[in-house]
């Protein structure tokens, strides 16, 4: 069974950095792409950022391209978003979530191509 526990999320001010965990289990995860998503109050989720199994194809949503940066570890099965430069419209719970791709090159953007998801972490950004 997968299991995706992410960490890290917190308060933060305007301008400040987070540094965002997601750590999966439960089988091996070759070929999986990972993503981040989130959701504000009252917003449907979106994406934030994805990456391949290598980790030489990563892709992010226009309003955090530039500020936010998405890494993965494959020996500790570990996926991490770094932000940068927070705004308070960051504001949200953000999930982490995999799936199988088949290669280790593909990686995806939408929701519906994400099987797996984590539990979410809160990050506030205050002004």
């Known amino acids: 069974q997968v299991q995706l526990v992410e960490s890290g999320g917190g308060l933060v001010q305007v301008g400040g950095s987070l540094r965002l965990s997601c750590a999966a289990s439960?089988?091996?995860?070759?070929?999986?792409?990972m993503g981040w998503f989130r959701q504000a109050p009252g917003n449907e989720r979106e994406f934030v950022a994805a990456?391949?199994?290598?980790?030489?194809?990563?892709h992010y949503a226009g309003s955090v391209k530039g500020r936010f940066t998405i890494s993965r570890d494959n020996a500790k099965n570990t996926v991490y978003l770094q932000m940068n430069s927070l705004k308070p419209d960051d504001t949200a719970v953000y999930y982490c979530?995999?799936?199988?791709?088949?290669?280790?090159?593909?990686?995806?953007?939408?929701?519906?191509?994400?099987?797996?998801w984590g539990q979410g972490t809160q990050v506030t950004v205050s002004s």
């Open positions: 979530a995999t799936d199988f791709g088949g290669s280790s090159f593909y990686l995806s953007s939408e929701i519906g191509e994400y099987k797996y």
């Open positions: 439960g089988r091996t995860f070759s070929n999986y792409y």
């Open positions: 990456i391949s199994w290598s980790g030489a194809n990563t």
